[in-house]
């Protein structure tokens, strides 16, 4: 039976990979594809328990500042991963949309992102937003740009704009972050999902994210379950 509180969307800032490898002698690389395996277990995990909606950072804007050798390896590493994986996703009914700016991605990184995105579009069983050359400061920028596109060409009623109707112009139009989550002991938001993480509750361990098993999951619901939210009220 699901809880009917389980949380309607759950996101992950996956960090850590690179400390997980390097305590174990590894390149930072091998963290990355360890942590692709966690990402792979866990989503069916949590979109099975009754969450509708998992967003997962997979590469900020930010990053492109990191050695190119290291960018380029997590590029080949989510082009393979959306052409490998992409049965699995419709096995489980799973949706996959990408979150995030395509300027200054690669043409083949484009290419599996509509790929991963057009074969997996019919599924109705909860959505995996992955987040890719993303930032959530960029994300509200853009969405005010459309608007303003949309109030120029006259097609827009600025008066139908609220706090819920912003959600379409966003990236995808997903549902508010119930429940955040950010592994390796790190205290932040790092620029992710801002608008969505209004009310959000938060929940953060020290386990690195490619230790992030099922278990530490049903930690951290048990947690949130546990939570009284408020929405700012008494
Ligand atoms: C942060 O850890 C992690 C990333 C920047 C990449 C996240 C990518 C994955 C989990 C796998 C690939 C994703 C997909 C969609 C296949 P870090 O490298 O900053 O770790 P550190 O802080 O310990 O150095």
């Not at 305590?23 to 509708?52: A, D, F």
């Not at 949706?95 to 484009?110: A, E, Y």
Request: charge should be positive.
């Amino acid at each position: 039976m699901i809880d009917s509180n389980i949380p309607a969307h759950v996101a992950i800032i996956m960090d850590g990979n690179g400390r997980w490898a390097k305590e174990r002698g590894k390149k930072r690389s091998e963290g990355h594809l360890e942590g692709s395996k966690t990402l792979k277990k866990i989503s069916q995990h949590i979109l099975s328990k009754g969450v509708k909606q998992l967003s997962v950072f997979a590469f900020s804007t930010e990053n492109f500042k990191r050695d190119k050798e290291e960018v380029d390896y997590l590029m080949n590493l989510i082009i393979k991963y959306f052409k490998k994986e992409a049965d699995t996703f419709n096995k489980n009914n799973i949706k996959v949309v990408i979150s995030g700016r395509k300027d200054n991605l690669r043409d083949d990184v484009i290419e599996a992102i509509n790929y991963i995105q057009n074969y997996t579009k019919q599924n109705t069983g909860g959505i995996l937003n992955i987040c890719l050359n993303y930032g959530g400061s960029e994300e509200i920028i853009d969405a005010s740009k459309k608007i303003a596109k949309l109030y120029k060409e006259d097609k827009i009623d600025l008066n139908t704009l609220n706090k819920e109707s912003f959600y379409k112009y966003l990236y995808n139009n997903l549902k508010p972050i119930d429940l955040m989550i950010r592994t390796s002991g790190e205290l932040r938001v790092s620029n992710f999902m801002l608008y969505q993480m209004a009310y959000s509750e938060f929940y953060f361990t020290d386990k690195y994210f490619p230790d992030f098993d099922e278990g530490e999951f049903d930690k951290a619901i048990d947690e949130y379950l546990k939570r009284t939210r408020r929405f700012g009220g008494v």
